[in-house]
Nanobody, 122 residues
Framework: QVQVVESGGGLVQPGGSLRLSCTAS????????MGWYRQAPGKQREIVAR????????TYADSGKGRFTISRDNAKNTVYLQMNSLKPEDTAVYYC???????????????WGQGTQVTVSS
């Protein structure tokens, strides 16, 4: 079993900052990549940012470039999303996704966290 757990969401005023955390645990041989996605009411889930474990290459959606930073702590199997200059349109449930090689099967599987609500409002 693999668990992916997010934390750090909440209510913030426009222009404010939040840092989300996501930790993967369990039957993990290696983590190949981790990413953040979000889903606003009535909209499809979309990627926010992603980081590859080998080399640390990052990719960002245009909506977050220059405002969001994804980083990782490999020793803790944790990825972070620092969000600055938040806007009301950033309001969504933010989900963590982990691309993991499972120890027991050595298969690559993708796991989702339960999501954390981010609300940007005055």
């Amino acid at each position: 079993q693999v668990q992916v757990v997010e934390s750090g969401g909440g209510l913030v005023q426009p222009g404010g900052s939040l840092r989300l955390s996501c930790t993967a645990s369990g039957n993990i041989s290696s983590i190949n990549a981790m990413g953040w996605y979000r889903q606003a009411p009535g909209k499809q889930r979309e990627i926010v940012a992603r980081i590859i474990s080998a080399g640390g290459r990052t990719t960002y959606a245009d909506s977050g470039k220059g405002r969001f930073t994804i980083s990782r702590d490999n020793a803790k199997n944790t990825v972070y999303l620092q969000m600055n200059s938040l806007k009301p349109e950033d309001t969504a449930v933010y989900y963590c996704n982990a691309d993991i090689t499972v120890t027991s099967t050595l298969r690559n599987m993708r796991y989702w966290g339960q999501g954390t609500q981010v609300t940007v409002s005055s």
